[in-house]
Every structure is written in C-alpha cells, then in structure tokens.
C-alpha cells in the first residue's frame, strides 16, 4: 500500500480511510508532526469564501476564482470546492458557479 501524501497517523486515520472533503495537504493546527527530531512550526492560516464564474465548466469557475485571489493574496495555501451551481436564463445554462474556500497563511492585520 503506498502511504499517505501526508501524515494522518497522528489524526487517527490510516493511508485510505481519510474523510471525505479533506483537502490533501490539509491538516488540523493540532496536530504538530516531527521529523527527524525537530518539530514543524504552528501557524495560523484564514480562510475565505470565493465565487467563480465561467460560461464553459464548474472547473474553469473554481480556477478563475484562484487565479483572481493569487493575483492580490500571498501564500495561497489549500483551494476547496464547497458548492457548485448553475446560473440559468430562459432554462438555459447562462454560466457554470464554483463556490471555493481558499486559505493563505495568516500574518496579522484584521
């Protein structure tokens, strides 16, 4: 079995059984994982909540959504889709909506 991408063990979840809708990459600031004796600094990271549009697909919505938040945030971390609907006129599919929380390291300020 090849292992995780990343470490789970000190989650509780083996190589596998990861929840659904956990982000790879993804870990809970609890969870503070060693290697080779030293440990990984805590740090804080926002979340913010962005809507894509796109006249083609939910996946060019959820990239134009990250295109436009690297354009003025740095250190994007971790993008998820959390919804996806469509805008309709006339019955018609008028542009495809991707709802995405995307997180960057947090450095102080508001």
Do not use: H
Request: proline content about 4%; overall charge positive.
């Amino acid at each position: 079995m090849t292992p995780a991408p990343y470490d789970t063990g000190c989650l509780g979840w083996r190589p596998g059984s990861v929840p659904r809708g956990l982000v790879l990459g993804m870990l809970t600031s609890s969870c503070i994982r060693r290697r080779k004796g030293t440990v990984m600094a805590e740090n804080v990271y926002k979340v913010i909540e962005l809507v894509g549009t796109s006249e083609q697909s939910w996946e060019k919505a959820a990239s134009a959504a990250v295109t436009k938040a690297a354009g003025s945030l740095r250190d994007l971390r971790v993008a998820e889709v959390v919804e996806l609907d469509l805008q309709l006129e006339e019955g018609q599919v008028k542009a495809y909506r991707a709802k995405v929380k995307v997180s960057f390291k947090y450095e102080g300020g508001d």
